[in-house]
């Protein structure tokens, strides 16, 4: 029957009776020792006789590292790839399987980055509605896909109808006589052309008309447009309809006194400036006057009249129109009447001489 040794790891059988009383050299610590990675790498170290130091130097690794290992301190240690490769130098040096220690670092010291497996034994079920409503979304993008097709289409049809109507509607008035029995046929009078075909008329530069005919001189413009304007303003006082009406004021009423007036008003027909200067340029009266607006002329000799629009002026003479001002500058002694010839006073009659007969 053989001997059941158990757990004894060094049994020495030795020959008639003689026993051996050597002590049995003590088992390298496996990569299992402990309760976890780091104490086993510890254990390993020490069974070899090794310091951190002599570990940091044979295997290039800081000793604060190699430290923080043994006492399993992640969070001192640096990334979890760099930390696998010490793990593997270090068990590699104390003569321990270096993927072993690295299982058993990974099953003591989890990475939160890996994903999660699914439990085993539980199977993920799906909530049914969500394929009904799936395939209904699917339904409606679906009928509102072809909807848009069949009006594409539709409108697609119908454009070269409306076409062929617009350009055969043309064609429609025009008559022409029948076929002539030897084939020959009579056409009608021509259509007159589209309305988009016709010619505008040609752009004609305002005074270009008058500058050619006064020999392309933008003096001689100006003078011919001065004098037009001047005959057209001599004119005016024929064209006015109420000649003689008598004045009626509507507006307010400047100048001189009706004592002191020279029996001559401007009343403003519509709004335009008024200014009014001696003969030494000194200014006497400006106003932007309104329609119905007006001026008494004062008896002073020398004042001129200046406005923006001579037309717009009304000119009365002794509470009569009698026309309108012709011009931008006007003397206003022109304007005042006549003062009304003086009659010469009468020679007292002259008895006729009666002959006498002197006395003898």
């Keep these: 029957m053989p001997l059941d040794t158990g757990t004894v790891s060094h049994l020495s059988l030795v020959a008639e009776g003689d026993r051996d009383d050597t002590v049995a050299p003590p088992a390298q610590p496996s990569v299992d020792h402990g309760v976890d990675l780091g104490e086993a790498l510890r254990a390993a170290r020490l069974f070899h006789g090794m310091t951190l130091q002599d570990v940091a130097d044979a295997t290039r690794i800081r000793q604060a590292y190699i430290e923080a290992l043994e006492d399993m301190r992640l969070d001192e240690l640096p990334s979890r790839p760099f930390t696998i490769g010490y793990i ?10 270096p993927e072993a220690a690295v299982a058993r670092f990974k099953l003591e010291a989890h990475d939160d980055a ?47 109808k409306a076409q062929v109507a617009s350009q055969a509607a ?26 988009e075909s016709t010619t505008p008329a040609p752009y004609v530069t305002p005074g270009l008309e008058a500058a050619a005919a006064a020999g392309g001189s933008a003096d001689a413009v100006a003078a011919a447009a001065k004098a037009r304007k001047e005959a057209e303003a001599q004119a005016a006082p024929e064209a006015i309809a109420n000649l003689g009406a008598p004045f009626k004021g509507k507006g307010a009423m400047y100048g001189a006194a009706p004592t002191d007036s020279a029996g001559v008003i401007l009343q403003a027909r519509k709004s335009t400036s008024l200014t009014v200067r001696g ?22 000799p020398g004042l001129v009249a200046d406005v923006s629009e001579p037309t717009s002026i009304d000119v009365f003479t002794n509470g009569v129109l009698t026309g309108r001002l012709s011009a931008p500058q006007t003397q206003l002694s022109k304007l005042a009447p006549a003062p009304a010839p003086v009659a010469a006073p009468a020679k007292p009659a002259v008895a006729p001489a009666t002959a006498t007969t002197p006395r003898r």
């Design 114 to 160: 890996e994903p999660l497996r699914a439990p085993i034994g539980v199977h993920r079920q799906r909530d049914p509605r969500l394929g009904l409503l799936l395939a209904g979304g699917l339904l409606v993008g679906g009928a509102i896909v072809l909807w848009n097709v069949a009006q594409r289409a539709m409108t697609h049809d119908a454009e070269p």
């Design 279 to 300: 003969a030494d340029g000194a200014v006497y009266f400006t106003r932007w006057l309104s329609a119905g607006d007006a001026f008494r002329i004062p008896r002073t």
């Design 170 to 195: 043309p064609a429609a008035p025009a008559t022409g006589a029948p076929a002539q029995a030897g084939g020959a046929v009579s056409l009608g009078a021509p259509l007159p052309a589209p309305a």
């Design 88 to 97: 593997k130098a270090v068990a590699g040096l104390l003569r321990l399987d």
